[in-house]
């Protein structure tokens, strides 16, 4: 998940250098100034999410699973009440609003 998350980072910082030179040449230097900050600080919280999806792992041991996407969601499981592993998903599964979605990108969907 992290590569796609870091091409969004990288197109992220194309754009910042795009439209800070279009808005200082049609506007003026101060617009360009603060949407550069805007997307910036953007580039940087995302840029720490993808940092904290690496130092908070998917966890599991003898009593539970425990399941997260960064510091976005977690979710624990007792591994007594897992039933089994699904290989395969149907359309019809992976649209059931009781299914737990933790992808941020590329869902199948």
Same mark, same amino acid.
């Given at each position: 998940?992290?590569?796609?998350? =870091?091409?969004?980072? %990288?197109?992220?910082?194309?754009? !910042?250098?795009?439209?800070? !030179?279009?808005?200082?040449?049609?506007?003026?230097?101060?617009?360009?100034?603060?949407?550069?900050?805007?997307?910036?600080?953007?580039?940087? =919280?995302? %840029?720490?999410?993808?940092?904290?999806?690496?130092?908070?792992?998917?966890?599991?041991?003898?009593?539970?699973?425990?399941?997260?996407? %960064?510091?976005?969601?977690?979710?624990?499981?007792?591994?007594? #009440?897992?039933? %089994?592993?699904? #290989?395969? =998903?149907?359309?019809?599964?992976?649209?059931?609003? #009781?299914? !737990?979605? !933790?992808?941020?990108?590329?869902?199948?969907?």
């Amino acid at each position: 998940m992290a590569p796609m998350l =870091w091409v969004l980072a %990288g197109i992220s910082i194309l754009e !910042l250098l795009l439209v800070h !030179l279009l808005v200082s040449l049609l506007l003026n230097a101060a617009a360009a100034a603060l949407l550069s900050l805007l997307t910036a600080a953007g580039v940087i =919280w995302l %840029g720490v999410a993808i940092a904290a999806m690496k130092r908070r792992p998917v966890l599991l041991d003898a009593e539970r699973l425990v399941m997260r996407v %960064g510091t976005f969601k977690s979710v624990t499981i007792p591994v007594s #009440t897992i039933a %089994g592993l699904r #290989t395969e =998903w149907d359309a019809q599964a992976l649209k059931a609003r #009781t299914l !737990l979605k !933790l992808s941020l990108v590329a869902f199948p969907m």
